[in-house]
């Protein structure tokens, strides 16, 4: 009888549709009234969320175990590791916040894409080692069923670092040092640099360090990518929302020596959505900083810094975003398929990009240049009065070249000593840094996002010591300083 | 009961597939369109329960680990000296011989595999042809050959590209290279220019001048001499 009536209906509406049409009657459109009818039913299913009242997909889950806040390279690389060393399948519940899904001025992909072990700290030797592995073998870590495999463009022609007088004992030092923690560098003369590299004009260099091995330059673009595809393989949930309260609950107690110490546990994160004022609770249980330039914001949401100055209350995240530029020039006399990623002894750096004769490169301003980083616009005038100068006395063949591109990024700076912030903080115990890298976040992401989840997982660094790197330093003024940062 | 039974596989695949829900919906890259046309029951299968997913996930890794595992045996056995691709029974009395060639063509060895070739400070020729686990990374391993080796043959391997290519510079006293027939190298003309002129002193073959894009420009700019 319902089957009967339902034709009859059809029919009828077969008949009116024609008429219909002109005076704008709506139409009973039955295939997709089914179809919601069946959605709705699958949603009372268990696993699915039950919302009769409005659309609740777009917003994250309301219990998570670990939130990540930030979705690049360093947050993405702390999801995976934490769901790959998780003892039990499905035992961790991850959710990655992001606020921008195109990654317009997320630092990762903005980034020259360099990756070397040529540092002046073991520690991030080490890091970068690891890095490195892990990119080699990437179609092992990153496998997914069913996807194509993942080419990272890798170009492994070396670092090439210039040292004056000055800087030459220190050059030898540093190479010495990193060939004992396993990176394939050596020295050269200017002689033997001249020989080696006919279109380099040595004057000024007495001593450079080359990378044999092991040290080029990628696309972080297709890193960030085949993370995001085999994390949520994975089981990570992402959400596109910014972070705008933590809820803590503090925890008073006092030490041997009767000081008071407030603990604060993060137990909710707000997460507003994009464009509204929307926004969910998330329960969680531990909390990663991994907000690159912005990290600094976040860690003041958490009331980290907020107390008398000198304290460890008072301490502040010292990392902010700077601007960086990064200039495309065409030159074409330029140096061929064998030029190094070159880092001068002024901070200048330059390196090929592709195989038309083009090149990219930029500077590091000094502090007092330091430029305004609340937007990405390029100052050109940086290029023609600060780079193109040492460029031209370097390599002759730059005295004439044609600017094609330009772009600007953020470094995540650590004002205190330009390494990263890795670990929990004293005070507020589950908040967890990956961030402060200035410059060289990338080449140490597998690395450190293997550190952060041991941690996490854990509760102490298994398999490269990061003791140096934690908070606490900036409280008790222990500098680790890296030097070769450009 | 078959009836009860069905019922409660159906809301098990139901309880699976909606759970899925959120992955499919926040999936960064969507399955290409002839993937999804080639939809086989294995991949249908593996989408709705998460045991088969996880039978696939670790085939897949131990599909890719098992590279490495068997080339190492492999290349303990024909690294002994020998002279160009000849095996013989009396290798053993060979040792304290110089290793001039060796002809690795088509074998599985990769990366860690080259470890075994590196110390042969006397090596004169390799031939690492139609290797399909020979990439870019391998070949920034070979600079330690770069004393004596005068012959390489990369002709035919899938993985090397030009970025690869770049790091041979190394080898300068390299007389011979065959980049022939190598399917991931972009603009093959114009590589094999750079390579010209990245090794003055080599003979480069393969990547015709017929392959490539070669405009008036790029002709003018080789300086060495083509011998083909």
């Not at chain 1, 092992?140 to 463009?153: K, T």
């Not at chain 1, 908070?471 to 680790?480: A, I, N, P, T």
């Not at chain 2, 042809?129 to 770069?146: F, G, I, M, T």
């Not at chain 2, 980049?179 to 990547?207: D, F, K, Q």
């Amino acid at each position: 009888m319902f089957r009967s009536a339902l034709r009859l209906r059809s029919s009828r509406v077969l008949l009116v549709r024609g008429l219909g049409t002109r005076r704008g009657g709506s139409t009973l459109d039955w295939d997709e009234k089914v179809s919601d009818i069946k959605k709705k039913i699958g949603s009372i299913l268990p696993g699915e969320t039950w919302a009769p009242l409005y659309d609740t997909r777009h917003l994250p889950p309301e219990h998570s175990d670990v939130v990540i806040v930030g979705g690049g390279v360093l947050g993405l690389s702390v999801a995976f590791w934490l769901k790959k060393l998780q003892k039990k399948r499905d035992g961790i519940r991850v959710l990655v916040v992001e606020r921008d899904h195109t990654y317009s001025k997320a630092s990762t992909v903005l980034s020259v894409g360099g990756i070397r072990q040529q540092f002046s700290l073991p520690e991030n030797v080490q890091l970068s080692l690891f890095s490195v592995n892990f990119l080699r073998n990437i179609n092992e870590y990153l496998a997914v069923v069913d996807s194509p495999p993942l080419d990272l463009q890798f170009n492994p022609s070396g670092y090439l670092l210039l040292a004056s007088e000055q800087g030459a004992a220190n050059l030898e030092n540093n190479v010495k040092m990193q060939r004992q923690e396993g990176a394939k560098v050596g020295l050269m003369s200017p002689q033997q640099l001249q020989n080696k590299f006919p279109w380099m004009n040595v004057k000024g260099v007495a001593l450079a360090s080359y990378g044999m091995e092991d040290e080029g330059w990628f696309d972080p673009w297709s890193l960030l990518q085949g993370l995001r595809r085999k994390v949520q393989s994975m089981g990570v949930l992402f959400c596109q929302g910014e972070v705008t309260r933590f809820t803590t609950s503090s925890n008073s107690m006092v030490t041997s020596s009767g000081e008071e110490v407030v603990l604060k546990r993060i137990y909710e994160v707000h997460v507003k959505m994009n464009n509204s004022l929307e926004y969910q609770p998330v329960e969680c249980a531990i909390v990663i900083n991994a907000a690159g330039a912005w990290s600094g914001q976040i860690a003041e949401l958490a009331g980290i810094g907020k107390g008398p100055p000198g304290t460890l209350k008072g301490t502040k995240l010292p990392v902010e975003p700077r601007k960086r530029y990064v200039y495309v020039w065409h030159c074409p006399q330029g140096p061929g398929l064998e030029m190094p990623f070159v880092a001068d002894t002024n901070g200048v750096y330059f390196r090929r990009e592709g195989l038309g004769n083009n090149y990219l490169g930029g500077l590091s301003p000094t502090e007092e240049e330091e430029p305004d980083p609340i937007n990405l616009d390029v100052d050109h005038d940086f290029f023609q009065d600060k780079v193109w100068p040492h460029l031209g006395r370097r390599v002759p063949a730059f005295q004439s070249l044609k600017v094609q591109n330009a772009w600007a990024g953020y470094y995540d700076y650590n004002t205190f000593d330009q390494n990263g912030v890795v670990g929990p903080h004293p005070l507020v115990v589950n908040m967890y840094f990956a961030t402060g890298f200035s410059g060289h976040g990338l080449q140490h992401a597998p690395a450190v996002g293997r550190a952060v989840a041991e941690m996490v997982l854990e509760g102490h660094f298994q398999t490269i010591d990061m003791s140096p790197f934690l908070f606490s330093r900036f409280h008790l003024g222990e500098k680790v300083q890296e030097d070769n940062i450009f | 009961m078959a009836a009860p039974r069905s019922f409660l596989c159906r809301l098990a695949l139901a309880y699976n597939g909606s759970s899925r829900g959120m992955h499919g919906l926040s999936g960064a890259v969507p399955p290409e369109g002839n993937q999804r046309k080639r939809r086989t029951l294995l991949q249908f299968l593996s989408d709705h329960f998460y045991d088969v997913e996880a039978l696939r996930l670790y085939l897949l890794q131990r599909k890719m680990s098992k590279v490495h595992q068997e080339n190492r045996f492999q290349d303990h056995e024909w690294i002994r000296p020998n002279k160009r691709g000849h095996f013989s029974g009396e290798f053993l009395k060979l040792l304290t011989v110089p290793v001039q060639a060796v002809d690795a063509s088509g074998c599985a060895i990769n990366y860690d595999g080259l470890d075994n070739l590196l110390p042969l400070k006397e090596l004169q020729s390799l031939s690492l042809q139609h290797c399909p686990h020979v990439d870019d990374w391998c070949l920034s391993r070979l600079y330690p050959l770069a004393g004596s080796l005068q012959e390489l043959s990369l002709s035919g391997c899938p993985q090397i590209s030009e970025r690869g290519l770049a790091c041979l510079h190394h080898l300068q006293n390299l007389r011979r290279l065959d980049i022939s027939n190598l399917p991931a190298v972009s603009y093959p003309g114009l590589t094999r220019i750079l390579v010209e002129e990245m090794l003055p002193n080599c003979e480069v073959l393969g990547m015709d001048e017929a392959q490539g894009l070669l405009g008036p420009e790029e002709q003018l700019q080789t300086a060495s001499p083509n011998p083909a």
